[in-house]
């Protein structure tokens, strides 16, 4: 298939799931896809599977559902090189926060549950999905308290600067690979933290000055590198140690839009405190999607989606209600 049929198909499958007509979702679907999610939800085989563990319980959940996009775009995929072919949509799916969601107490106010999603198309049909969505950060619309203040700020995340990252239409590939060559740079710069540049020195080869790194819940948004440096890189990196290789499972780009995710991206060990918490010595796993946007030669804007509830719960701390720890044991 061509970039733009895949755009066309998995548009397609994402109008139905908006619409819950699960008929229509299901025949875009092979029969064994597999989906990735996050925590309690995990794994799941099977477009019905899927729909009556996730999708139903959360149209039920956050009534009159829409899907308020703000990036969309596709490509081959770097890891198996570039061989298949991926899209991927990042935004909020919002509604009426009306009845329990995981456990998590509806207000019956609108709620916004900030989303991103890679999907594999293989043969006309949806054969991988990885579906990363900010539990935490619907649990502090309930006015929960998953995590103690942190230094970035905790908002509801706006789409790219320049209202440009719904790429419908076809894009020149020089600009997709010069996207995906700012990723990668990033990444080798990042390696496993043993760079010989500050910090900041080392940030600033592969980010713009005025970059912002728009966090999950519990770590935050940051804005300009020297508080990006302060308000997240620098505290993490001192409370982890024995940081794995970065490992992803597609990674691709389109114009000057693109991005990457694991299962897991890396592992770390918790050997510092970290986020309210006391080290644990324990080894975790980082489930992460990555979206980027390019400016230029450099990374200008990074939304970024972590399992936050798989890794606390590796280092035996429960962060989402009860009710979701009874799923993931079901």
Not at 48 to 65: G, I, M
Request: aromatic share 12%; with cysteine.
């Amino acid at each position: 298939m061509e970039i733009q049929d895949v755009k066309a198909l998995v548009r397609r499958y994402h109008s139905a799931l908006d619409g819950a007509d699960w008929e229509a979702a299901a025949a875009v679907v092979s029969e064994n896809c597999l989906w990735r999610g996050y925590h309690p939800f995990n794994e799941i085989i099977g477009a019905e599977a899927v729909a009556k563990l996730f999708w139903q319980p959360l149209h039920q959940s956050l009534r009159h559902l829409q899907r308020r996009e703000d990036i969309f775009f596709a490509g081959l995929n770097e890891i198996d090189g570039f061989q298949s072919r991926w899209a991927v949509s990042m935004g909020h799916l919002v509604g009426l926060f009306d009845a329990p969601f995981v456990g998590i107490p509806p207000t019956g106010r609108m709620a916004f549950l900030r989303y991103a999603t890679f999907l594999k198309v293989e043969e006309g049909r949806i054969s991988e999905i990885a579906m990363y969505f900010d539990l935490p950060h619907l649990m502090t619309q309930a006015g929960l308290t998953p995590f103690p203040p942190s230094a970035g700020a905790q908002l509801v995340q706006p789409g790219p600067n320049g209202h440009g990252g719904l790429l419908l239409d076809e894009r020149p590939e020089e600009e997709g690979r010069k996207t995906l060559e700012a990723i990668n740079a990033m990444i080798s710069d990042l390696g496993t933290w043993q760079m010989d540049l500050p910090l900041e020195e080392e940030l600033r080869r592969t980010w713009h000055e005025d970059m912002i790194w728009w966090g999950p819940a519990g770590i935050g948004a940051t804005y300009t590198i020297p508080r990006y440096a302060q308000q997240h890189s620098a505290p993490f990196r001192a409370a982890f140690s024995e940081r794995s290789k970065t490992r992803h499972i597609a990674r691709l780009a389109e114009g000057e839009f693109g991005g990457f995710f694991g299962w897991p991206n890396f592992t770390a060990r918790l050997t510092g405190g970290y986020l309210g918490q006391a080290p644990t010595g324990r080894i975790g796993e980082f489930r992460v999607i990555d979206i980027y946007r390019r400016a230029g030669n450099k990374l200008a804007e990074n939304w970024v989606f972590i399992d936050m509830p798989h890794f606390w719960l590796s280092q035996g701390l429960t962060i989402l209600p009860s009710e979701a720890e009874e799923l993931a044991h079901s």
